[in-house]
């Protein structure tokens, strides 16, 4: 069974940084894609970044140039860097995860999600 863990969330000043993980029970190479949605309190989940393969990565364009996104599969790890952080950055983050190579915005292409980490930005 799959069991996806982030952490990393917690609370920033508006331009600071955070860096959210995700840790895979199982070996991350057999997930073709993995991905961030992020949520807040009567909205539905937003795509933040994917990435297929090691390499092909998809960002929306509301934190295109201050997120990266990134995988170690030796270390069964998935990573958000969050950069230059704004308040309306602040939801739960959730991290996903897919055995097929896809490329997609969409959550319900996703099997697999963790428990979801807060992050709040303060301004």
């Known amino acids: 069974q799959v069991h996806l863990v982030e952490s990393g969330g917690g609370l920033v000043q508006a331009a600071g940084s955070l860096n959210l993980s995700c840790v895979a029970s199982?070996?991350?190479?057999?997930?073709?894609?993995m991905a961030w949605f992020r949520q807040t309190p009567g909205k539905d989940r937003e795509f933040v970044s994917s990435?297929?393969?090691?390499?092909?990565?998809t960002y929306a364009d509301s934190v295109k140039g201050r997120f990266i996104i990134s995988r170690d599969n030796a270390k069964n790890t998935l990573y958000l860097q969050m950069n230059s952080l704004k308040p309306e950055d602040t939801a739960v983050y959730y991290c996903?995860?897919?055995?097929?190579?896809?490329?997609?915005?969409?959550?319900?292409?996703?099997?697999?999600w963790g428990q979801g980490t807060q992050v709040t930005v303060s301004s």
């Open positions: 996903t995860a897919v055995l097929g190579l896809i490329i997609s915005t969409n959550w319900n292409a996703y099997d697999y």
């Open positions: 199982g070996r991350m190479y057999d997930f073709g894609a």
């Open positions: 990435i297929a393969g090691t390499s092909t990565t």
